[in-house]
């Protein structure tokens, strides 16, 4: 069983950077397509982005591009997300997620997910 | 399009069925999955593809799917699925998005 462990909450002022660690065990980051997943207070989930299997690549959501940037530590297992500029609206609790691509249709699911960490943004 | 919508907030009576529903265009090309998320909690995913559980899922959870629309039943409700249900899939129009619904809250009474 997959096991993601994510670091503790954050709090920052707006203007500054916050980078959340998720150290994955029992598999490794190689094995695995991690994503970031974020729910504002009282809000649904939104998709990030993340790893791509089918391209290599890391994908942003359009709303975060040139704000975030998602990495990998193979030598740890730990996968990172940094978002920077940070304004009031990115109060949430962000969670790193593996997602799996069906074999025949690609279709994804999300087996896999961290406990979640909180970032407070505020003066 | 890569939006998905779910209905507003329903109510179950304990034991009966309820059936909710995830919509959008990207649905025609890839199949929903679903995830059940109690206050202050991870999500938990409870079906994924054509109609998987996962292991430890209960089989009261089940999914299907017609056209551009995905649905989750739960069939004899107990009071642990008092939760959040959100739909999630991927974009088909050609950039890699993938997208979470906008949820639906689940209440048995």
């Known amino acids: 069983q997959v096991q993601l462990v994510q670091s503790g909450a954050e709090v920052k002022k707006p203007g500054a950077s916050v980078k959340v660690s998720c150290k994955v065990s029992t598999y490794t980051l190689t094995e695995l397509s991690m994503h970031w997943v974020r729910q504002a207070p009282g809000k649904g989930l939104e998709w990030m982005g993340g790893?791509?299997?089918?391209?290599?690549?890391?994908i942003y959501a359009q709303k975060f591009q040139g704000r975030v940037t998602m990495t990998e530590d193979t030598s740890t297992d730990t996968a990172y997300m940094e978002l920077s500029s940070l304004r009031s609206e990115d109060t949430a609790v962000y969670y790193c997620?593996?997602?799996?691509?069906?074999?025949?249709?690609?279709?994804?699911?999300?087996?896999?997910w961290g406990q979640g960490t909180l970032v407070t943004v505020s003066s | 399009s890569s939006e998905l919508t779910q209905e507003p907030p329903v109510s179950v009576a304990l034991g009966q069925t309820v059936k909710i529903a995830c919509q959008g265009d990207?649905?025609?090309?890839?199949?929903a999955s679903w995830y059940q998320q109690k206050p202050g909690q991870a999500p938990v995913l409870v079906i994924y593809?054509?109609?998987n559980r996962p292991s430890g899922i209960p089989d009261r959870f089940s999914g299907s799917f017609s056209g551009d629309t995905a649905s989750l039943t739960i069939t004899g409700a107990q009071a642990e699925d008092e939760a959040d249900y959100y739909c999630n899939s991927r974009d088909s129009s050609g950039n890699h998005d993938y997208v979470f619904g906008t949820g639906t809250k689940v209440t048995v009474l």
């Open positions: 997620a593996t997602v799996v691509h069906d074999y025949y249709d690609s279709s994804p699911s999300y087996p896999h």
């Open positions: 790893f791509h299997p089918e391209d290599g690549e890391t």
């Open positions: 990207s649905l025609r090309s890839y199949y």
């Open positions: 593809g054509k109609n």
